[in-house]
């Protein structure tokens, strides 16, 4: 299927949350207005979700575009978002179905907690984060999940929040006290231009980042998101993942399409020269590790530009790149936490609230490409590489900002236009396809997920540089 070509009149009215976006991506602001929306808007709550969410894949869509005439010498391809399509993908884990069965979702003891002096949210869908949660309030596990709910509301509330946020940290576990808006304020996106030698022009391709080789480092969601989504506009998506820390299945199937899969240890001799190899070769390293995780390997950021000038190289973590929390784990429902999100949305009764979709995983990632393709349009330009931070922290301060536009018609359509069915290694699959909208490219996916760490550990593509560049 392709992406509808809308107009792209460069007079249409342009989108606020979608001027913001693409100008802190470093976008020319003439553009703007080449990007149109159409269709039934979704995500509705007390937050302006819907903007959020149409304006990330709109600045998205408008920086392939970019880079498909730069690459090709062309006019600008039109860029029609229909709103439809972005409701289905923001909430693609709700859709997925293997061989006709839903992925699970949140684990049992994954939710809101009330304590002693207000609420506490905690994340244990990967078994080593449950282990990490239970020893942290020294509660035995039963293995009953029945058992264990009430053993931890009991636990949870006998302590005030910041007090069991701060013993489950300790350990090693996941676990945010419900604050206000105005703890964690954070640029949507930082870019560092890196000194530039000669441009690195891209040979004319048929989508916006054929051939373009990237290096996947990230986990569970954003960065998964951008990759996905990298894949599908023709790069070369290699995700390495250490043999020790599994993947969720489910959440692996959801944002592996278009990639290859391969298991590597870095403190091995034999994988890291494998690993080597394939950095040595890579036009992207996209970085999802909390700040400084992956040092003790030399792969900052900063070791990875003095080694390859012309590297674009994209980090992205929960709570941002300065203040207290930088190095702590996080997820999308831990942030919408900590940065007063779950307090807006909260319930009737005062219980705390979540986003209708998680939200700012799923526009992180998708600026996270956008800010990519526009680094790849710079270095065929300048020769510059770049290095890009954004972070869930940033997209939660953006979303808190954003002016809500006129409230849209009631009904949602169905998302059945937007669910196709494909088969692969884990068998019938129907997933979402992808939100892109871009004239002439595809909005599904050329390969569907790879079985977790299967894939050999080798680029599939002979690069995207035109020759003699």
Known sequence: MTGAAGSGAADAPTDPATAHAWHALGGAPELVGRVTYAGSPGLRGVLPTRELARASVG?????AAE???QRNGRGLPAVHVDEGAVTAAFTSERHLRVEGRPIPLFAP????????DGWVRTHANYPHHRARLLAALELPDSGDDTDMVDRLSAAVGERDAVDVQETVYAAGGLAVAVSPPGAFEQPLVTTVAVEADAPVPLRPAALP????????????????????????????????DAPWLREDDGTHIDTGFGKRTALLALGDVADRATFEQ??????????????????RYDLSADALLARRPGLVVAELCAWGWDGPWVGRRGFDSLVQAGTGISVIEQADDGRPGALPAQALDHSTGYLVAAAVMRALTSRALTG??????????????WLLGIVPLAAPAPGTEPPDRWLVETGSPYGRLRHALSPIGVEGVPSDWSRPPSRWGTDEARWGSPGPVTPGG
Do not use: I, N
């Not at 070769?281 to 992956?294: E, M």
């Open 67 to 69: 880079l498909l005439a």
């Open 109 to 116: 003891l994954s939710g809101f907690w009330r304590a002693a």
């Open 278 to 295: 394939m950095l040595d070769a890579a036009d992207v390293v996209l970085v999802g590790y909390r700040p400084g995780a992956l040092d």
């Open 209 to 240: 980042v054929e051939g373009v080789r990237v290096l996947d480092l990230t986990r569970v969601l954003a960065g998964p998101v951008a990759t996905r989504t990298l894949a599908l506009l023709g790069a070369d998506v290699l995700r390495v």
């Open 384 to 397: 510059a590489g770049q290095h890009v931070r954004l972070s869930l922290a940033g997209t939660a301060t």
């Open 59 to 63: 600045a998205c869509s408008l920086a």
